[in-house]
Structure formats: C-alpha cells, structure tokens
C-alpha cells in the first residue's frame, strides 16, 4: 500500500482528486489535511469517498502540528493543493494571501526534510505566474520568462523557487506545476465561469432579469476541465521529473464573453452583460494561453474535455444546488 496525503483536501480540486483516486487506486491510503473537514456537495456518492480518508484537521501554519502528521504517515506522496487561490482576495488581503501560501509550503517541506522521507510532492502553482504577456509569447511554455502582477502570483513564484531549492540543495523529490485556469462543477463563485454559470442557473430557477454581471469581458484564459487537471496531477506524482515545472492547460483561449455567449447558447437564454466595476482588478492579464507539450512528452497526457461540456457540468451543478 501506498499514502498519500493532500493538503486542502476539503476544496473544490481536493474533492474530485480524493474521488479519482479512491476509484481508481485502491492500493492508495488517503490522508486528508486541512482547517475544516470536507462537505463537498458536488460529489455523487460521497460518504464512500469520504470513509476511505483519514482526516487531519490543522492549520498549515502550525509548524509543530504538520511535523507531527508527516512525521507519523510517513507519506509516499504529498499533492499540496492549500492555498488561497484567489487573485481578487489576494489584492483585498495581499499579506495574508503572500504569507500564508509561502509558510505552508515551507511548513510542508521542511517537514519531509526533517524526517528524510523520499516523499514524491507536488506543489500546485499558477499561470498567473507568468504576468502581463506579449502576443509572441503565445503559447506560453515553461521556458516563458515569468513576471507576477497580482500578490497572489508572487507567492506562487516564490513557492515555485522554493521548491527548486529543496530539489536541488536538500535533494527532495518535488515537482510544480503552473496551473491554468481549471474549472468545474464545485468550484467557488469567487472564479469567474463558477460565477457567471450560477448567474445563468438563477436566471432559469428564480426568474430574473436577464442580465450578467461580469469584469472584463475582453480577457483571454485557457479554461481547463477539472477532470483532466486531476489526471495530470496524478501523471505528474507518478511520472513527473524532480525540480520540473509543467503547464497544466487546454492549449486554447476562450474570451470571458465567450463563455456568457457559450452559455447562453447551452440554455436559450438570451442575456445582456453587464460590467460590474467591483469586479475589475487593478493590474489583470490580457491573455493567457499554455502549451502542454512539456508534460504530454514527459507523461503522456492531454485535455480531453471540450469547454462546452465542462460548462454543461457547472451550470447542472447550479442548478441542481440552488433547487
């Protein structure tokens, strides 16, 4: 048997890779960590899922607790999902979102290095990394000089060079990824697809004025399907080279206004789009599109589900939750 521990394991990615791998590896132990134990209402069948995990309710900035837990599951892998992941908290919070992304992190891996574990970890990242891009960089590829433009993508170069260090000064075997936009059913309403599916559900259920109230329409980000994101994860665990950073991406760009229009095709809702000033960001990227042929050649994979699906997924999860 092997362990695996996931830390934020209680959040929207947690759920459905806790899902994958109790349905598809049965010779995995799960061990489960994070501040609130999991409720996941986007999960069919759950209590089976969630009787297969041991669960480990801490903060990831108690240092002295995290050394405690790794030291007593002596974890084959480690997948480090605990985040705040959102752009927009981290320029209401830029301190809190810089401090607790970097100290979890570090809590984690200093604690495998203590205990001389050959702990396999993964430390999720974002193509927000990558910051403010030029046409010509297009696709962005690993190689892509990266320059952060929101707090949050500070914390996540910052985690990224960490791990390098690890890697390469205290030889732990850790790899990252720069993690595009990754969507489904379960996400938070905070994230911009989550956001406008759920308006169009309470268009349907409640009968409001159509209307959608979004931030920039005009931006471009390469939407990724959960499911292939967990696939990737889990590629990546299993066949990921120490100290590489791998894109995880669809390779295509969809405006935000394509997804309203996508949207409105899927449920022959008509609707007006309407900017909402509280959802601009002072600094924000115009486009953001990845190239996933690194990871394909090291594992083999690539994206499967078309966007249309992914959203005919989160919109029947809005509407099946607000019923």
């Not at 995290?66 to 919070?93: C, K, M």
């Not at 970097?102 to 574990?117: G, M, P, Q, S, Y």
């Amino acid at each position: 048997m092997k362990s695996i521990l996931i830390t934020g394991i209680s959040g929207f990615v947690g759920g459905h890779f806790s899902r994958f791998i109790v349905n598809n590896k049965p010779d995995h132990v799960i061990h489960g960590l994070s501040r609130s134990k999991p409720a996941w209402d986007f999960i069919k069948n759950r209590d089976p899922i969630l009787d297969a995990i041991t669960f480990h309710q801490c903060d990831l900035l108690d240092f002295k607790k995290i050394n405690e837990i790794i030291g007593g599951i002596q974890p084959d892998y480690i997948l480090h999902l605990a985040s705040f992941s959102s752009v927009s908290q981290s320029w209401r919070e830029p301190l809190a979102s810089f401090l607790n992304n970097t100290n979890a992190f570090l809590n984690i891996v200093e604690a495998v290095r203590i205990h001389d574990f050959n702990t396999k970890i993964l430390s999720v990242g974002s193509s927000e990394e990558y910051g403010i891009v030029k046409e010509s960089d297009l696709p962005l590829t690993e190689n892509t000089h990266i320059a952060p433009a929101n707090p949050y993508a500070v914390a996540r170069v910052s985690e990224e060079h960490l791990a390098q260090i690890y890697a390469e000064g205290y030889h732990l075997n850790i790899c990252c990824t720069r993690s595009f936009n990754h969507i489904g059913p379960g996400q938070s309403d905070q994230f911009v697809v989550s956001s406008i599916a759920k308006q169009f559900a309470e268009i349907t259920i409640h009968h409001k004025k159509p209307t959608i109230k979004i931030g920039a329409g005009s931006i471009i980000r390469d939407f990724i399907d959960i499911e292939d994101v967990i696939r990737a994860y889990d590629m990546i665990l299993e066949k990921g080279m120490t100290g590489e950073v791998y894109n995880v991406c669809s390779g295509r760009g969809h405006s935000i206004l394509d997804i309203v229009n996508a949207l409105s095709e899927l449920t022959y809702i008509p609707v007006v789009v309407e900017q909402n000033q509280d959802l601009l960001r002072p600094i924000d990227n115009p486009v953001l599109i990845g190239s996933y042929d690194k990871l394909q050649n090291t594992t083999g994979w690539k994206p499967e589900c078309p966007i249309e699906k992914s959203l005919e997924k989160i919109y029947t999860y809005w509407l099946n939750k607000l019923s």
